[in-house]
């Protein structure tokens, strides 16, 4: 298993570093915050996106991707995660297009996985229902209703829920397994709230009151809902660890660049030996979050069975050095790096935020843990 990216993966990165630096820099996600964009994104962006082939990443030609594996969907991750970009990449090339791909049927995929791959639609996948990550609770219910079901329930912080044009719905059936089904935002009985996290994206939640859906709404070309959710889960985590490990790569390019700039007491700051000592500190973090994203992408790619312990302890690795990465540039840039008018800042903001999506460093230490038999 190699770490080191392929040619093909090498020309991914590039162009995507010279995509997101014009269509969707830091300075955008500031715009998008300050015009109050209710979907948190923009559609015109989503669609260059799909003409690039990014939306298929993990979709099969046969549907219109391309279909590199999720080594290259981390590859082009983090570099969102360097610009900060408000994309519905994860919930939607990954976490749903992957979903439909392991639980769809043939007809479900012909119809929707083509629409993903060409940025005509964007879904969003709703799993959450506590304020903080919990996917062993799942109190929505699907119930027979003549050829089809009555959906009820309610999910949290759907991620692009409020711009999303189609949604799948994680609900218990009559027999407590896990079922997933496509719904309608503007279904009769569907209604959202529009949330604003600190890190300026926009997620919603979403009531589900006696919403009536067809039978072919639910997926069902996948024979185990449970285990297929789990995965489903642990692929949007390892591709969230890549978007992570960009942002605390950025914040320390950044930060490092200051320190050699910004003089004091007739120097350059980073000439002072406490600064350096916290910044190889910094890069030593950096390094071995990194290795471990990539052994969990590989992984993925190449033996999936073996991929919840990497994936666990990436993620973990990740959320902590993220957020270390980003504490300690704002501690850097000084009172600068307290303000609104400089960009580091939502650094700092977006780790957290991402840290906390899909399970925190703690939710996923333990589940190393558990993993490993302890």
């Not at 090498?10 to 915050?33: G, N, T």
């Not at 600190?198 to 009531?207: F, K, M, N, Q």
């Amino acid at each position: 298993m190699s770490f080191v990216l392929t040619e093909e993966e090498q020309m991914l990165r590039d162009s995507a570093k010279d995509f997101l630096a014009a269509k969707s820099p830091v300075s955008e996600l500031r715009r998008l915050r300050d015009e109050g964009c209710k979907d948190g994104f923009r559609h015109a962006v989503w669609r260059s996106m799909a003409e690039m082939g990014w939306n298929g990443i993990v979709i099969e030609e046969e549907f219109g991707g391309v279909d590199m594996g999720f080594t290259a969907a981390g590859v082009l991750l983090r570099e969102m995660g360097r610009t900060l970009a408000a994309t519905p990449f994860i919930p939607s090339a990954i976490l749903s297009a992957t979903l439909l791909r392991l639980a769809g049927s043939d007809a479900q995929k012909g119809e929707h996985l083509p629409k993903i791959a060409a940025g005509e639609a964007v879904y969003a996948f709703a799993f959450d229902e506590k304020a903080r990550h919990d996917p062993g609770t799942i109190d929505t219910r699907a119930t027979k209703d003549g050829n089809g079901f009555r959906l009820n329930g309610a999910k949290r912080f759907v991620a692009c829920g409020n711009g999303a044009d189609m949604l799948i719905v994680a609900a218990r059936l009559e027999d407590d397994s896990v079922g997933f089904f496509l719904v309608d935002p503007k279904a009769a009985g569907v209604s959202k709230t529009m949330r604003r996290t600190v890190d300026s994206h926009v997620p919603a939640d979403i009531d589900f009151n006696d919403v009536k859906l067809d039978g072919d709404a639910m997926l069902s070309g996948g024979a185990d809902g449970q285990a297929t959710f789990e995965h489903v889960l642990d692929v949007g985590r390892a591709c969230l660890a890549a978007e992570q490990l960009g942002t605390a790569e950025e914040a320390f390019d950044r930060t490092l660049s200051y320190l050699k700039d910004r003089s004091q007491f007739g120097q350059p700051i980073g000439s002072f030996q406490g600064l350096q000592h916290r910044a190889a500190h910094m890069l030593g973090e950096i390094e071995l979050a990194h290795s471990l994203v990539m052994k969990a992408l590989r992984t993925l790619d190449e033996n999936p069975s073996q991929a919840p312990l990497w994936i666990a302890a990436a993620k973990a690795k990740a959320t902590e050095v993220s957020r270390h990465v980003t504490g300690e540039a704002i501690q850097m840039h000084g009172g600068i790096g307290m303000t609104d008018e400089h960009e580091i800042g939502f650094f700092f903001k977006r780790a957290r935020a991402a840290g906390e999506f899909m399970g925190d460093d703690r939710f996923h230490a333990e589940k190393v843990a558990t993993t490993s038999g302890y």
